[in-house]
């Protein structure tokens, strides 16, 4: 059973940046990517991010385009994700999802993950 754990959020001034933290421990570890999705209040939860653990591609959603950067740490079954730029509609429950065996595709899509974080908040201040 992997378990997955997110850190870094907090209270941000408008303009602001955080990095979350993602660590995934237990076997067997990350196979295919991580991704994060958030959940803004009211609204459902939107993807974000994803990263390809063969290859590190990386992926985003619209929320996210050239304002954050999703990356791994080598050899580890971390990510993060570097957010600048921070506006008050990115205040959120940000989560990190983990997927094990596929399908290869549909990394912006919640059933493709195995597993899950209990999210970090972020709020984000005018």
């Known amino acids: 059973q992997v378990q997955v754990v997110e850190s870094g959020g907090g209270v941000v001034q408008a303009g602001g940046s955080l990095r979350l933290s993602c660590a995934a421990s237990g076997p067997p570890g990350v196979t295919l990517g991580m991704g994060w999705f958030r959940r803004a209040p009211g609204k459902e939860r939107e993807f974000v991010a994803y990263?390809?653990?063969?290859?590190?591609?990386?992926y985003y959603g619209d929320v996210g385009k050239g304002r954050f950067t999703i990356s791994r740490e080598n050899g580890e079954n971390t990510a993060y994700l570097q957010m600048s730029r921070l506006k008050p509609e990115d205040t959120a429950v940000y989560y990190c999802g983990v997927r094990q065996w596929g399908p290869a595709t549909g990394w912006e899509r919640e059933v493709t993950y195995d597993y899950w974080g209990q999210g970090t908040r972020v709020t984000v201040s005018s």
């Open positions: 990263i390809k653990w063969s290859g590190d591609s990386t």
